[in-house]
């Protein structure tokens, strides 16, 4: 056949490609090649001052190195290429770059030059050179790259995840999960890396490719955008179920305070599938950072427990309360933690009769308290006492007793046997629980104790109505008396108990009543002063008022004369009796008369205001002389009782002191 010229039509293309570009083409090739007829892995050597990519499957014809889908590879999900010109750009810039290529296979030998363009002699474009097959027999397909840097061969296979020393740890329906041992993650799709991530935890090989993907992907296989991938890495994530993947993840959800989470933890779906693994492994507590530092106890006692304590955030917490993991079981959160510790716990169970006798004396209250509170709850089968008590992990405090619905029975902390009052209302507080079945720090619980303990007040009152009309029936008995039993001592005990309320809010009436006469006998001192005042007024008004009606009388004569003046002097021949007197004299009087008729009108009104106030002030003075009458008679009457109280409290004193301790003190609470 000799030599032919193939013109692959390409003059100077793709000047961004660097040399490892153009051998990821040739190495992508023989993959293709190899996933397509199942043949041995690619070899790659070097080989003296050349580098050897070789395939072992068909073998390439020189057909290959025309511009056409390829279709084979298009109807193949897990191949890299399927355009067609990978192989025509990569001898391309090999020629830029002035590395030597040689193509052996069965079908021939190909190496490329520049030659003129057939029929356009100015113009120079590449040429593909076939020549005769070396080796009729030859396997596969063999490129000898002379020229190619090592370093560019190197940086060529760090593009593939075949080559890479990273290692799987999970294969899905959808692709892979690889460790990221340093440096930036890679995103690879069917093993050829397209984008990398420097915040992801994982490095992700997607071979399911979507139409975003499909979309994406250029003939340069790179700066695919996350927005491609990102539902991609999702699925992958959330089709995993393995062990090494969940436990990297929830550790890195661990971070989320300090702000160094990787980015996949910032989907809620996958931080929740996460999870949901890590529980069914078992031996995992969920809680938000609140809680631990809230609860420091259970913290401990669940790390004794052989837990590991992943902390996560709020809204995660809230997605899984109530939810099971990938097995059906409930996720172990604070809650549900608490639970399976008090289901694994064990009393250690005091039988009564070894009990000590003070003890025993306690714990016959027993049957008093029941039928106080109303009777024993029906899912109420027992009372028991045990030495110990599960601690209540929630509130860090020590439990004295609980309701244990696995036994139907009420169990009681031994050490509340010291007195009567500490399991009468250990014992009430558990029959409520029986009863109601509500959980404590309730609203619910809190109502229902409340009832009991009204309840409870409501019969103690009628038991002491009852007592004092029994007292009644039955006059003349003395209070004081030697015979009378230990109990009517403590009755009297409970009688100065009841006086010395008395006593204080008697003593505070008193110290009123002395600061209201103290009061009243000021506004007294002040009302009579004004009084006093007022009279005073009402004196100098009245001195005003007869002068007044001495100068109205003259007025009122000189008034009546002036006019016959005026007439005298008007008539020269007339006789006049006072001829020295002038006409103006009397228009003078005139006028003073009319002033002083509006001083009278302006003394008057304030005569009768003078006279009522002095008519209310009159009233007032007797108003305030009766209310300190009455203080004064409170106050007698207050130091009455104060001295019968004294007198009272000497004798029950004297009485307390000398009662024997009654048998069963307890019947004072009730």
């Known amino acids: 056949m000799g030599s032919k010229n193939f013109d692959l039509n390409i003059e100077q293309i793709l000047e961004n490609w660097e040399v490892r570009h153009a051998i990821r083409e040739v190495i992508a090739n023989a993959l293709d090649e190899q996933i397509l007829t199942g043949t041995a892995s690619v070899s790659i050597e070097k080989r003296g001052a050349s580098w050897i990519v070789r395939d072992f499957g068909r073998g390439i014809r020189y057909t290959h190195l025309t511009q056409n889908e390829n279709q084979e590879k298009l109807e193949s999900p897990n191949v890299i290429g399927r355009f067609g010109i990978g192989l025509k750009d990569a001898l391309a810039t090999f020629e ?4 030597r290529v040689k193509i052996r296979s069965r079908f021939g030998t190909i190496h490329t030059n520049k030659s003129a363009k ?8 590449l040429h593909a050179v076939i020549e005769d097959p070396v080796d009729p027999s030859f396997v596969g397909t063999e490129f000898e790259l002379t020229g190619a840097e090592d370093s560019e061969m190197k940086a060529a296979k760090a593009l593939f995840l075949k080559f890479s020393d990273e290692n799987l740890l999970d294969t899905t329906r959808f692709g892979q999960i690889i460790t990221c041992h340093s440096g930036p993650s890679a995103i690879y799709i069917n093993g050829v890396k397209v ?176 039928d106080a509170y109303g009777g024993l709850p029906g899912n109420v089968k027992s009372i028991r006492i045990s030495n110990t008590m599960r601690p209540d992990l929630m509130s860090n405090s020590q439990t004295l007793g609980c309701w244990d619905p696995a036994t139907s029975s009420i169990v009681i902390c031994r050490k509340q046997l010291r007195s009567f009052e500490s399991v009468a209302g250990v014992l009430i507080h558990e029959m409520v629980h029986a009863k109601t079945g509500f959980s404590d720090v309730t609203r619910d619980f809190e ?103 001495a100068m109205q009388s003259a007025s009122t004569a000189v008034s009546a004369s002036a006019p016959h003046v005026l007439v005298a002097k008007s008539t020269p021949d007339t006789s006049v009796v006072n001829s020295t007197q002038p006409a103006n004299d009397a228009i003078r009087n005139a006028d003073a008369y009319s002033e002083l008729s509006v001083i009278h009108k302006r003394q008057a009104a304030r005569l009768d205001e003078a006279l009522r106030t002095i008519v209310r002030l009159r009233s007032d003075v007797e108003s305030e002389k009766k209310r300190a009458a009455d203080a004064a008679g409170q106050l007698h009457h207050l130091q009455c009782d104060i001295e019968k109280f004294r007198a009272m409290q000497s004798a029950s004193t004297a009485v307390r002191a000398s009662a024997p301790r009654p048998a069963k003190p307890w019947f004072k609470f009730w």
Not at 118 to 125: A, N, R, V, Y
Not at 489 to 511: G, M, P, T
């Open 118 to 125: 057939h029929g356009f002699g100015d113009i120079l474009t």
């Open 447 to 549: 109502t229902a104790l409340t009832n009991v303990i009204g309840n409870l007040c409501l019969g103690w009152r009628r038991a002491e109505q009852a007592k004092v009309l029994s007292a009644k029936s039955t006059p003349g008995t003395p209070v004081v008396n030697s015979t009378q039993p230990a109990n009517d001592a403590i009755r009297n005990a409970d009688a100065y108990s009841e006086l010395s309320v008395i006593h204080k809010r008697q003593a505070a009436q008193l110290d009123e009543a002395l600061r209201t006469i103290v009061r009243l006998r000021s506004d007294v001192e002040s009302e009579k002063k004004r009084a006093a005042d007022a009279a005073g007024q009402l004196h100098h008004l009245q001195c005003d008022i007869e002068k007044f009606r």
């Open 195 to 370: 984008a990398e991530e420097a915040n992801f935890l994982f490095s992700y090989n997607i071979t399911v490719l979507n139409a975003a993907i499909k979309k994406a992907i250029n003939r340069e296989r790179s700066h695919v955008g996350r927005t491609a991938y990102t539902d991609s890495v999702k699925k992958i994530l959330l089709a995993s179920s393995n062990g090494e993947v969940a436990r990297k993840l929830s550790d890195d959800i661990s971070r989320f305070q300090e702000g160094t989470m990787h980015d996949e933890l910032a989907w809620i779906d996958v931080q929740e599938h996460a999870v949901r693994i890590v529980n069914a492994q078992g031996k995992v507590m969920l809680v938000t950072a609140d809680e631990a530092m809230r609860f420091p106890d259970l913290m401990d006692q669940a790390r004794q427990s052989g837990m590991t304590i992943l902390t996560i955030p709020e809204n995660l917490r809230e997605k899984i309360a109530d939810s099971v993991d990938l097995e059906g079981n409930r996720m172990v959160d604070l809650t549900q933690f608490t639970h399976i510790y008090n289901d694994s716990f064990t009393f250690d169970f005091v039988e009564v009769g070894k009990l000590d006798a003070r003890e025993r004396e306690i714990f016959d209250t027993v049957p008093f308290i029941i």
């Open 96 to 99: 830029r770059h002035d590395v």
